[in-house]
């Protein structure tokens, strides 16, 4: 096995125990991948490789409720705050006082978070396709086609219905769900067949969607500001069906040292679609040091 093969472990922190994928030199700058609803940490496989071989340890973490990952029951337990301090923990767990975190969909969320409430750990932050938190609730109320886009995550609220109409005919809606929101050349038979696992293990649909029940029922604590001063680069696929792009733009106004890059011919699934200009993208962003920080 080379440094930069793929390596699991189980790691403790915040209370729970989290399945995580490592890979690259221990004694490199640690970067953190955060995956998305209905990920796993096999949404980040194609880019494991480009930040192994360029020297960083590579941590992807299962998220709580998902894969091999433990499972709370409550509701509570995916509190934003709750979700930060896991990788905060993570952090821990690898004696790295900073790390480089990269988040898409949910991921990216909880990667703005760990900028707001814990820039102290966060060197550089990339986020891809999820605006700023405060800036998502400020546009959906102000913009009907947001909105509209959105209704799923109230469908998610309702109690039980979704996670059986989501494991009916073997998890048929979530991969008509990715196959209609994304390229026809993003996700392969053999992609399907990992997630599909993932989505079957028990607990985790209901883990997964609680992520979006806690956003509505168990909100984080307000911040005392929700500027973020780390550096941000934010990746756009433009081509994104579920949110739409000004949301990339207004989040930079709440960023001190932002910057967004667009790809244009990308969805919401850019690290599937656009793997090597992804991965060039981040290794341009990562390699620009701490600033300070």
């Known amino acids: 096995m080379t440094q930069t093969s793929p390596r699991s472990h189980r790691i403790e922190t915040n209370g729970i125990h989290l399945h995580t994928v490592q890979a690259g030199p221990e004694a490199g700058p640690l970067v953190i991948l955060l995956h998305g609803f209905p990920e796993f940490w096999y949404g980040w ?10 020297g960083y340890r ?57 900028g707001i409430k814990h820039a102290h750990r966060i060197r550089r932050l990339a986020i891809l396709n999820v605006p700023h938190p405060a800036v ?14 959105s209704w799923y995550m109230f469908f998610f609220q309702i109690p039980r219905l979704p996670e ?43 883990g997964m969607i609680h992520w979006y029940r806690a956003m509505f029922q168990r909100p984080p604590a307000p911040a005392a500001s929700y500027r973020v001063s780390v550096p941000v680069r934010i990746i756009w696929g433009r081509q994104d069906p579920v949110l739409e792009w000004p949301l990339a733009q207004l989040s ?42």
């Open 58 to 114: 590579v941590w992807i973490p299962d998220q709580r409720g998902y894969n091999l990952s433990d499972k709370p029951t409550a509701i509570g337990a995916y509190n934003l705050d709750t979700l930060a301090l896991d990788i905060v923990g993570l952090m821990d767990a690898a004696r790295a006082e900073q790390a480089y975190v990269v988040g898409h969909d949910w991921g990216a969320a909880v990667a703005w978070w760990l």
């Open 164 to 206: 059986y109409l989501l494991r009916r005919r073997n998890h048929e809606a979530m991969v008509r769900m990715l196959r209609s929101t994304a390229r026809p050349d993003a996700f392969t038979e053999e992609d399907f067949r990992e997630y599909r696992q993932a989505w079957g293990r028990p607990g985790a649909l209901t």
């Open 252 to 293: 930079l106004d709440l960023c001190d040292r932002g910057e967004v890059h667009w790809i244009h011919g990308a969805t919401h699934w850019l690290q599937h679609e656009e793997a090597e200009e992804v991965n060039e993208k981040l290794l341009e962003f990562l390699a620009g040091g701490d600033d300070g920080q």
């Open 136 to 149: 998502m609730r400020r546009y959906m109320r102000a913009h009907l086609s947001q909105l509209r886009k």
């Open 45 to 54: 496989r194609k880019q494991i490789p480009a930040l192994a071989d360029a």
